[in-house]
Each structure stands twice: as C-alpha cells, then as structure tokens.
C-alpha cells in the first residue's frame, strides 16, 4: 500500500499547530497571570495527551476503518478530520472561555482582602478550571495523532518523524509569529494551521471515497472556516481581551470605575513579552526611593507595563539638564558622588530613568543594555520627542538591544560603574510572584562576570526592594561575597555598602575596599536624603544586623540554617534568587515550593482520572500479561527522564542564547525534530526480527554518555560562543543538541515494538503510563531543580533511564518464572 502524502502533511500540521500553541500560551499566562504559571501549560498540554490515549483505548470505535482497503481509509481519514477540526474549534471555544475567568494568583495576599483563606479557595476552583480548559484542545490535538499512529501502526518510524518535525519547526515559527502578531492572534493562527490540518485528512478521505460532489463538502466547509478565522485576525485582541488581574499594575488602564482618566495609549508584542505605554494627565512623582527631602519639581510620566507588571517610567524631558535636579534625590544616584566621570554600564535600563541619573552625574560614556528591543523602539520613536531623545541623540548614550548578563560575558570593555534597579514592582515581589522564576543576573556567576568587567576601584550598583527580614538585599550580599572569594578576596566585609530608600534598598559592591573617605562621603550624602544605611564597614561591631552577623559568622551555613529566610547564594545551576523559602517553611502563597505542590497535586488527582483510571476501568486485562509491571517501568521512566533532560536543556541555553524564549524554542525544535529523525533511524539500528532490546542496550548508555559530556563541556563551550551574534548561536545550538535527540528518539519506538510483540493489549497502557509520567516529571523537574540544581535534575533523569532499561532487560526471566510482573 503507498503512503498517503495527505496524511503526513496532516500529522504534521496538527504537531506544528500543538506547539504553536503551546508557547503561545506560555507568553499569554505571563500576561494575564505571572510568569510562573507558563510552564503549567506544558504539564497540562501532556496532561490532554495522556487523557486522549486513554479514551482511544476505551472507545475502540473511534479507531474504527481497515487501512488496507479503500472504504476502511476513507472511514479513517473521516475521523482524523473529524477530530482535528474539533481540535481547531477547541483552541478557539477553550481561549475565549479562559480570557474571561477573573483569575488572580496572588488574591490571597492583596491588601484589602477581608477573607484570605476564601480567596485562596477561589483561587484553587478557578485554577482547576484553567486546567480544565486547557487541557480540551490538547486532548483533541492528541486524539488526532493517536488514532493515526494506531491506524497506521506500521508506518509509526515515519508518522512519529512527521510529527515530531511539526512540532519542532511549530516551536521555532511561534518566535517569529509573536514579532508580527500578538498572543491571542497567533492562538487564532494555530486555530487556522489545526483547521488545514483537517483539511488534509478530508482530502485525503476524498481521494479514497473517488468520484462524486459530496465528496468535496467537507473540504469547501473546512476552507471556508479557515478564511473566516483569517479575516478576524486582525480583531485577535478585541475578541480576546485578556483578564488583567488586579495584582498587575496594568489593570488600573482597565479599570475606569476607579481609574476613569487613565489612558493606555500604546501596546506591542514581541517573543520576550508584552509592552503597554499607560499614562495620565498630570502623573508625576513615581520613582523608586526617591527622598521625602526633596520639594522641587518632578517631570510629568508615562508609564512602560512589561508583561502587564514590571514598570519603568518614561520621564518627560526637554534636554536640559537644569530639569534633572530630582534625580540625585534617587538612590541610585548614590555610587556617581564616589566617582566621577565613569564609564558606565546599565542593564535594563527600561524607561530610561538610571541614564538620566548617569548622564547627569557626568559619565563620560553611557551603555545600556535592554532586552526588550520594543523598548528601545518606542523610545526612538513614538517617545522620543517626550523624553528628549534620550535613547537616540545623546552622543555618550549608546543603548543596544540585548539581555544584560550576556551582554556582560560578551563585552571587551572594562567599566567604572555596573548598575541595574528594580524591574519589577514592589507589590509582585511581596507577594512572591518571581519565587518560579529563573533569573540569571542575581548569580554567583552572574557576579564574576560583572567583577571581571569592572576597573580595579570600579562599582557594581543593584537596587531592589527592601522587606523585613531582609531577603534581597542580604541575598546580594551574600552572592557578592562568595563572587569576592572566587577571586582571592580575603576581607568582602570591606566591599559593601547597603543603603535603604523607602520599600527600596540598594546594595553597592566594590572591586577594591571602600575607604573610610568614601564611607564618610556616603553617609554625608544620605543622611539630609532621610536614607538609611543598613551596612558599611564601619558598623561590624553593631549586633543584631544582619548584615554584620553573616560577615562575622564563621559558619556561613549555620548562618543561612539559622535565618528565617533562605539567603544562600544561588548560582546559573540553581538560579532561583526570588525563592527564600525552604520546604521547612513553605507554607505561604509567597513560596514558590507551595504553588509547585499544589499544581502537583492537582496534576496527579487529574492524570489518574483521566488517564489510569479510564485504563483500569475499561482495558485492565492488559494488566495480565506477564511482565507488565516492568513494560509500565520502562514507560515511566522514558516519560519522566526526556521531560528532565529537555527542562534541564532549557534552562542551560538561555543564557547563550540570550532569552528563555530563544531557549525554549531553540531546545524545543532540535529536541523534537532530531527525536523524530531517531525515530524513524530505529527501525534501521534493529531489523525487524530483532530484540528491541538489543537497541536499547546501546542507546541508553549512549543518552547517559552524552549527557554527562555535556553537563560539563557546555559552559566552555558557551563561553567560547558567547561573542557570537545570535545568528550563529541559533544553528550552533540546534547542533549541540541534535546527536542527543536522535538518540532520545529512539527508547520509545523500540519499546512499543516490544510490547506489540507481547501483548498488543498493553499499548495503550504504554502510552497512558507514559502521558501519566511525563505531565508530573514536568512538575518535579523544577522542584528538585529549585533543591538540587539543573545538572542534578539532569543525573537522575539518567538513573532513571537506566531503571527502565533494566526492567526491560530482566523481562526475560521474570517471564520465564511465569509471573505477572
């Protein structure tokens, strides 16, 4: 029987459609709730997977048709069209019923919350919800490529290739999509690719019914709905107005009851995030730490939302200087009193207030670096004449678009003064909306860069918010001084300064120790301003600072222990600087480590009732062959092991690459697609007679091998490529990565050929068990990552592969002992 062109194309725009939507939806839950809750979409997208399997080994009926015979074929492609259309249909129905439910994370703790412990029932109830929804699609999308796969089972080397080259080159084409569109736009688009998806296999279907009109009902309907998606694109946003919640700034634009004056007058997508110019009549004033001392005059504001939280603001200015006065009454201004003319670095410069500061304070050479390029743009342009050109015709400001730290690995300058303020708000860090998040610029690695850029007297200057117990602050701290000891530093008590401003605080390290001239300095500055000074070097005799007690301790680690707070440094390994609680003290909405729990859970309670449960109810006799338990193992394992490696992957490109988005896509495509190209490879490592096991016996301890030399040859590597433009970088990371996903590629086929020589009852178990384990290692990664680190997480996905491949290989005998195992 020759193979139907139509239906790869089919399974491949279904695959391409699956992670187009996906990402998208990771950039849409960074806006409409918070960055930590993207990665639930790749748990729940498993989740749908997983549950469509279970109901194709339930519901027989839907895999009804006879591939080898012309009626049977027609039967089948009627069904994939079937449910790829609902596919499309579910994107859109699921999309605008999410939109709409008022969905705040971080409810529980908002002040003016009379019933805290009723908020966070609601919070669970809408949650649940969420899931629900998403999960809809996903499960039409699996629905559709499990029954090809079943249907045409042995053509699943070159279906499985199909699929995963779809899904890759879906994970690449959604980065260049979000420059063009916006987030609920390229939702509609993956609608649109899932529709012609459906209309391949109709065509297909067709092609095997032969003559007559009716024939070509379905296909001129399918057609006609896609043109009626395509026509509404460029009302995406109005359609699908996403729910702010009011944890965001941004959604004061949206509340006119209480805000009626607000206007929103500007708003962009790119792959990195969503941009919102806001702006009232007469708003002045905000800026972080500014002093009460100070009564002159302040400019009027625009204010940049990024993801609809973190703010910068555009500060309206005519070019002269004389309009500058207010900006020495910031904290930040602090670290140019002790220098003068510096060549200065800022990283996320954002609105443009910390170049205000510099140029001022007469820096002879001002670079920033900002990752967000439509920052820069509508700083260029639509608020150039209202900042006074601040990013465009100052000839000492050159600002470039690029992520800060690895700007700092790139350059070849050598810097007086380093500084980056607070990028994020202060009601978001209190509530513990960052405790997810990875975040390369607050690292022990992250600071020996920046010391290695540094001049011999040159500054490092952070600002974040202050609360008590100090976190931030003392965490930086902390860092620093570990970064100080990597270079021979015998005395990092003598390099800090730590200042508070309000809800802000800003920490200064310097390369050299500071002089008691520059202490004096300080405080002699500081004090008319009403700041604090939480810690110098002439205070390590005050008791009770916290700061003086971890520098006087000689147990750093029975230090941290002993602090209510976990304030050990972190490292790009176990990058998560927001998460100061420990699983002793995880019992807060503020802990990412209970919000990773409870989406755990939720996630098991969800994956037994619509995975195992349907499985054990309906098609137990699986169950009964004779070393089932160990089939189920090596299934586990392989769900569990490739979802670890891929996360741990993520995670270390993003610094190379420049941007978790950039890695996510990168390691997505080349994962995927050389996975799929294993796939189709494996049939020709082992014939067709041949023990499967035989294969997996190599591959494995290939996979282990492999990824043991890249735990430790990357960070070289990407040191040596840092450099490079990111054009280079791209392609030289798909080919890192390509000889581990063809590798990765293959346990699984060649599993599944072993269980259809056993029982052909037990595939459905095969993949159920498979999606079961694979949504809850999506979870687990980041917990053990958050405890153990990536390269850790990375280790155990290899002893966990080796579990499985030995429950394979003592099948054999298990069986020959007649027992059901």
């Known amino acids: ?178 420059y063009v569109f916006s987030g609920q736009a390229v939702v509609m688009l993956a609608a649109i690719i899932a529709s012609l998806s459906a209309l391949a296999f109709s065509l297909a279907r067709a092609r095997a019914i032969g003559r007559g009109r009716a024939r070509w009902k379905t296909p001129a309907l ?81 204010f940049i939302t990024i993801d609809a939280a973190a703010m910068t603001a555009i500060n309206q200015w005519s070019g002269d200087p004389e309009e500058l006065v207010w900006v020495n009454a910031l904290p930040s201004s602090l670290v140019y009193r002790l220098k003068e003319k510096p060549n200065v670095l800022l990283i996320g410069p954002g609105g443009g207030v910390d170049v205000l500061v510099a140029w001022y304070n007469g820096a002879r050479k001002i670079t920033a670096a900002e990752i967000n390029p439509l920052i820069v743009e509508i700083m260029r342009d639509e608020y150039r004449e209202f900042s006074g050109g601040l990013y465009s015709d100052l000839p000492n400001v050159d600002v470039q678009v690029a992520e800060g730290r690895n700007f700092v690995a790139r350059s070849q300058d050598m810097y007086d003064v380093i500084q980056f303020s607070q990028v994020d708000t202060w009601a978001a860090a209190a509530a513990g909306a960052y405790s997810l998040t990875e975040n390369y610029l607050y690292t022990q690695d992250a600071f020996r860069d920046y010391l290695s850029h540094l001049s011999p007297d040159g500054m490092l200057a952070i600002g974040r918010w202050y609360f008590d117990p100090p976190g931030q602050p003392l965490r930086l701290v902390t860092i ?61 005799n005050q008791s009770g600072n916290p700061f003086v007690d971890f520098f006087n301790a000689e147990d750093k680690n029975a230090f941290y222990a002993a602090y209510p707070l976990d304030v050990s440094p972190t490292n790009d390994n176990k990058p998560f600087f927001f998460e100061y609680y420990g699983w002793t003290n995880f019992g807060t909405f503020r802990s990412g480590k209970l919000t990773l729990t409870i989406l755990l859970l939720q996630a098991f309670v969800l994956s037994v009732a619509l995975i195992l449960w349907p499985l ?105 490529g840092l450099g490079w433009p990111l054009a280079a970088r791209i392609p030289f990371s798909i080919l890192l990565i390509a000889p581990l996903g063809l590798l990765m590629g293959m346990p699984f086929p060649l599993g599944i050929r072993m269980v259809s020589r056993t029982n052909e009852l037990l595939i459905p178990w095969a993949w159920g068990v498979n999606g079961f384990a694979s949504v809850l290692g999506s979870i687990m990664a980041v917990m053990l990552a958050q405890s153990i680190g990536f390269a850790l997480v990375m280790v155990v996905a290899l002893v966990i592969y080796f579990a499985g491949l030995a429950a394979l290989m003592t099948l054999k005998r298990a069986s020959s002992d007649g027992l059901a195992l």
């Open 616 to 720: 054990w109810r309906f098609r137990r006799e699986g169950l009964s062959t004779a070393g089932a338990r160990r089939f189920m193992l090596y299934f586990a394992a392989l769900g569990i092991a490739f979802i670890f490696i891929e996360i741990g992957f993520m995670q270390r490109f993003i610094l190379f690459l420049g941007h978790p988005v950039f890695a996510l896509s990168v390691v997505l495509f080349s994962l995927l697609t050389f996975s799929g190209l294993g796939s189709l490879l494996s049939n020709r490592i082992v014939g067709p007679d041949a023990d499967p096991r035989r294969g997996l016996r190599v591959v494995i301890p290939a996979v282990a091998a492999l990824t043991l030399v890249y735990i430790f040859a990357l960070p070289p590597l990407f040191q040596a």
């Open 480 to 540: 620093g001084s570990a970064a100080l000891a990597e270079i021979g530093v015998q005395e990092p008590e003598r390099h800090f300064i730590v200042i508070r401003a309000g809800d802000t605080s800003t920490v200064i390290m310097k390369k050299s120790p500071f002089t008691n001239e520059e202490i004096a300095r300080l405080r002699q500055i500081a004090e008319p301003l009403y700041f604090t000074i939480l810690y110098a070097p002439d205070m390590l």
């Open 222 to 302: 399918l057609v006609g709905y896609s043109l009626l998606i395509l026509l509404m694109l460029p009302q995406a946003s109005n359609l699908f107005q996403l729910y702010i919640p009011p944890s965001k700034p941004l959604q004061i634009a949206y509340d006119k009851e209480n805000y009626p004056d607000i206007q929103l007058e500007y708003t962009g997508w790119t792959p990195f995030s969503r941009i919102d110019v806001m702006w009232q009549p007469g708003m002045k004033g905000q800026a972080w730490g500014l002093s009460g001392a100070y009564k002159g005059p302040l400019p009027e504001q625009k």
């Open 1 to 178: 029987m020759r193979r139907n062109p139509l239906l790869y194309l089919g399974v491949f725009l279904i695959a391409f459609s699956t992670l187009m939507l996906e990402i998208a939806l990771t950039r849409i839950f960074s806006v409409s709730l918070w960055y930590q809750f993207g990665f639930m979409i790749i748990s729940t997208a498993l989740l749908g997977f997983g549950a469509s399997g279970a109901y194709l080994a339930v519901r027989r009926e839907a895999l009804s048709g006879d591939p080898a015979t012309a009626a049977g074929r027609a039967q089948l492609y009627r069904n994939l069209s079937r449910y790829a259309g609902m596919f499309s249909v579910s994107i859109l129905a699921a999309f605008s019923l999410m939109v709409r439910i008022p969905l705040d994370p971080l409810k529980p703790l908002l002040p003016g919350v009379s019933n805290p412990t009723a908020a966070a029932v609601e919070l669970v109830i809408y949650m649940v919800l969420y899931y629900a929804l998403i999960v809809i699609p996903f499960f039409f999308a699996g629905l559709t490529l499990g029954a090809a796969f079943s249907a045409w089972a042995r053509e699943i080397g070159s279906l499985y290739f199909a699929d995963l080259l779809g899904a890759g080159l879906g994970s690449l084409t959604v980065v260049s999509a979000l």
